[in-house]
């Protein structure tokens, strides 16, 4: 029996629900779960109505949390233990990184002044952690997914007792060898890379040797020991979900609190009105989560070496080709650059590009990215992306370079208050249980875009 997916505030209390169904799909690549089949302990969140009805202990809700910081902050969930979610989402950046493609694990540095060294060119951008727990579909090509009648797909198998789709899209990326797990033979900050060493097909004994070695942490231990869960995968991703949830979930905007220019509501009344954006960008997070090809230009590295073709690589469908997840809007105005590939520098650009993106295809300008990145701009295939644009926008829309001002200011007005103000670090742990070094923004550099 398949049962609805649930809410973010029913999520937030079921994470430890059972499995009650799991198959394998597209020839044994993916997996299926449904989210039902309630017995076991629910967490819950602090603060959360449904935690407190059901009874759910304050302390361990609070320990769920302060163990999700750990995780996010410590890098030795990678397998050289050189890279933490919090190096790619960078707090003090509004959980962005200020970079076209993420750089993975080698790389050095925080934010647009992190450079390559040993690192990967990774094949899209960093996305921000804003509003993520009521999602369905996460990454840019939705390869995490709630799907209606209440049933959880991913690429990979699902550990025992995971039923959130955030908490397993927060578990996927210690997969990557790029991205955090590193290669066969490495040594790294905690000595050889055991997680290197694992055959790529076996995720959940990746996830196992991850638990294991944090495990041996006795601070890890005891955090664990204090959710009142078994210290699994499970657990990893739960907690990583339910400090995201936490600490970006709720936080009003310049927007919510009224704060209005006459500009910031003419470009609001374009934006849901005239220019049309809200086709896309509509609902109260201002994306409709779904998939469109929007005409940008492919570049960078693709997969395996061939172009990202977004959403078909999980649907297969040849109608998802070049078709990327929408983006929620939370703090658009400091997180760029901007497209699933960091395309554009700067929002204007982006926001005249929707307007019109055959012309924007043609005219694309590739001096804006580093010269790295500018020379794998793919204006080869301006005719079979454009063959594929979204329907709504094959017209281009007639605006005024004020209407455009105006838009940007409406857009800006979408800044969450303490993203504004907040000073660097003050958001991040002194130390993690590895005793590795918490990834910090230097403490004299200023935001680079605020």
């Not at 742990?429 to 550099?445: E, I, K, M, T």
């Amino acid at each position: 029996m398949s049962h609805p997916v649930p809410s973010a505030v029913q999520r937030s209390t079921m994470r430890a629900l059972t499995i009650a169904l799991a198959v394998f799909l597209m020839s044994g690549c993916a997996e299926e779960v449904e989210l039902g089949g309630a017995s076991g302990f629910p967490p819950g969140l602090p603060g959360t109505p449904v935690a407190a009805d059901l009874g759910v202990p304050g302390d361990a809700a609070s320990a769920l949390v302060r163990l999700g910081e750990a995780l996010f902050f410590d890098p030795a969930l990678s397998g050289n233990g050189n890279i933490a979610c919090a190096t790619c989402h960078v707090t003090f950046l509004a959980t962005a990184e200020g970079l076209p493609l993420s750089l993975g694990q080698g790389a050095e540095g925080l934010g647009p002044f992190r450079r390559r060294a040993e690192g990967a060119i990774l094949p899209r951008h960093t996305q921000d952690l804003f509003e993520r727990a009521g999602g369905r579909r996460f990454f840019w090509d939705g390869r995490v997914e709630a799907l209606p009648g209440g049933v959880l797909r991913a690429p990979t198998p699902i550990p025992a007792g995971l039923v959130d789709p955030l908490a397993l899209a927060s578990i996927l990326p210690l997969l990557d060898r790029e991205e955090m797990r590193g290669q066969p033979g490495e040594r790294g900050a905690l000595g050889p890379n055991e997680l290197g060493e694992l055959d790529d097909g076996e995720p959940l004994a990746i996830w196992d040797a991850v638990v294991a070695r944090l495990a041996a942490f006795p601070d890890y231990g005891a955090l664990a020991a204090e959710t009142l869960r078994p210290f699994d995968p499970a657990l990893l991703g739960d907690a990583l979900a339910a400090f995201i949830t936490d600490r970006w979930e709720g936080r009003p905007t310049r927007r919510d609190v009224g704060d209005m220019s006459d500009a910031a509501q003419r470009g609001e009344t374009l934006f849901f009105g005239r220019a049309g954006c809200d086709r896309c960008h509509g609902g109260p997070l201002l994306s409709d989560d779904g998939f469109h090809n929007i005409g940008v230009p492919p570049l960078g590295p693709g997969f395996e070496g061939a172009v990202d073709e977004g959403r078909l690589r999980v649907s297969g469908d040849p109608a998802d080709r070049f078709a990327f997840k929408t983006p929620p809007l939370r703090n658009v105005r400091l997180t760029p650059p901007y497209m699933h590939n960091g395309a554009y520098a700067t929002l204007e650009g982006a926001v005249r590009h929707h307007l019109d993106p055959s012309a924007a295809f043609a005219a694309y300008d590739a001096s804006q990215l580093p010269p790295t990145l500018a020379a794998t701009v793919r204006f080869d295939l301006r005719e079979a992306v454009l063959g594929a644009l979204d329907p709504a926008l094959t017209s281009p829309v007639s605006l005024t370079d004020a209407d455009i001002a105006d838009l940007l200011a409406f857009l800006g007005r979408l800044d969450t208050l303490l993203e504004l103000e907040k000073p660097p670090n003050v958001d991040t742990p002194p130390s993690v249980p590895s005793g590795l070094p918490v990834p910090r923004w230097p403490q004299a550099q200023p935001h680079p875009f605020r």
